[in-house]
């Protein structure tokens, strides 16, 4: 197998589970407003940091570098085809999980760790509730 960086398959795999999923500031700073919502729901696709079974909705907080935040999102100048397409091939699987979840008939909120770390309380939950009236 070809790698694109210089680091073996168990290498990569350490690095990559290094990353954390969950447990995150952003998720911290979220779980206190999302009252009737389940933190990190299992057995839904996607693993949503949040969902609300009754109202049909799940919660993503997408990291800007592993979800090509529009704003933040620069590619690695090392290895930079390795990234662009790996960041690529995460944003078509969002993509893909959002239309599961409309098959399903739920709705899917994405926020962006940027506006989480950068937002009061109160400014968020008005950006939750609209995007939730949204979709």
Known sequence: MIYMDDLNKEQRRRCM????????????VLLPLMHGFEYQPKGLPGHPDFADSGRRIVVFID???????????????????????KIRRNVERDAE???????????????????????????????????????
């Open 63 to 85: 990291g800007c570098f592993w979800h090509g935040c529009p704003v933040h999102f620069k590619a690695p100048k090392t290895n930079a085809d390795y990234w662009t397409s």
């Open 17 to 28: 589970q290094a990353n954390k999923r969950s447990g995150t500031k952003p998720e911290a």
């Open 97 to 135: 999980i959002d239309g599961e979840y409309a098959s399903m008939g739920w709705r899917v909120v994405r926020i962006f760790e940027h506006d989480v770390r950068r937002r009061k309380p109160d400014e968020l939950m008005v950006i939750l509730e609209d995007r939730m009236g949204r979709c």
